[in-house]
C-alpha cells in the first residue's frame, strides 16, 4: 500500500475497448455453407461477403442462429461494480475476468451520473418511466454520492493501514465502484445482450435496460458493427432479435 492514498475521484462515462477479435461477416458465411457445400464452404473465405448478404439476412430472419457464433470479440470495460453485476447474468457465449479485490488495492474511482441522466422514477415494476431531475436534484444526488464514496474509501485505507486484508476491508466499498474486466463473446451471444441492454424504437420485443450498462451496450454494439457491417444490418433490420 502506497504511503499516500490517491484521493477520489469520480466519472460518469464508461470506457469499453475492443482488445481482440477475430470476426467478419465472412465468418457467418462459411460456417453456414457447410450445410450444403461441406468442405467447399471453405472457399466462402476468399468471397466478398457482400454478395452473400441474402444468405445473413435469411440466417437473421429465420433465427438459424449458429453460423453467427463461429468467431470473437475481446472487449476491455471500466464501469461501475453494480454495472459488472447486470452484465453477469449474460452466461451463454460469455468468458469473463474481473480485477480482484482480494489481490489489489482497489483504486478511488466512483461513480456520479451526469446531468443528462434521468433520476426520477414513475410507475410500477415493468412499466417505469424515467424523468429528468431537477437541478436541485443533482446536486443532492451528486453531493450525497460523493461524500457516502470519500467516507467508505476512508474506512478501506484506515483498514488495510492497519493490517487488515484487502478481501476484508473491501467489504465497505459501494457497488459505485468501478471495476474493470476482460469480456469475450461472439457475435450471437453480443446480439443477445444488445437486444436486452439497449432500448431502441425499432426492436420487436421492447427491452428498459439501466442507462449505465446500456451505455456500455452501446460502444460495444459501435465496435462490432464496424467489424460485421453486414451482420449488424440484418440484426437491425430483423428487430434487433438474437437469431
Known amino acids: 500500500m502506497s504511503d499516500e492514498p490517491t484521493a477520489p475521484s469520480f466519472r460518469s462515462d464508461v470506457t469499453v475497448e475492443l482488445v481482440r477479435s477475430a470476426a467478419a461477416d465472412s465468418d457467418v458465411i462459411w460456417a453456414a455453407r457447410v450445410s450444403t457445400a461441406g468442405e467447399q464452404s471453405l472457399e466462402a473465405l476468399q468471397q466478398d461477403p457482400e454478395k452473400s448478404k441474402g444468405l445473413i439476412n435469411f440466417l437473421m430472419r429465420d433465427r438459424h442462429g449458429t453460423p453467427f457464433e463461429h468467431n470473437s470479440m475481446t472487449f476491455f470495460i471500466s464501469a461501475p461494480i453494480f454495472v459488472f453485476r447486470e452484465f453477469h ?44 431531475g431537477t437541478p436541485e436534484q443533482h446536486r443532492t444526488t451528486t453531493a450525497a454520492m460523493e461524500a457516502a464514496y470519500v467516507e467508505s474509501y476512508a474506512r478501506y485505507q484506515e483498514m488495510l493501514a492497519a493490517g487488515v486484508a484487502r478481501e476484508v ?29 439497449t432500448r431502441r424504437e425499432n426492436s420487436a420485443v421492447p427491452s428498459f435496460p439501466q442507462r449505465e450498462i446500456e451505455m456500455v451496450a452501446e460502444q460495444m454494439e459501435e465496435q462490432w458493427a464496424r467489424l460485421m457491417p453486414l451482420t449488424h444490418a440484418a440484426f437491425e433490420k430483423h428487430g434487433r432479435v438474437a437469431p
Open 169 to 197: 476491508a473491501r467489504a465497505v466499498l459501494p457497488v459505485g465502484l468501478f471495476s474493470s474486466m476482460y469480456a469475450t463473446c461472439n457475435s450471437r451471444s453480443l446480439m443477445h445482450f444488445l437486444s436486452l441492454r
Open 89 to 132: 447474468r449474460h452466461r451463454s457465449g460469455w468468458s469473463y475476468n474481473e480485477e480482484s479485490g482480494r489481490y489489489r488495492e482497489l483504486q478511488p474511482v466512483f461513480y456520479v451520473p451526469g446531468e443528462e441522466r434521468k433520476l426520477v422514477q414513475e410507475g410500477r415494476p415493468g412499466k417505469y418511466e424515467f424523468h429528468e
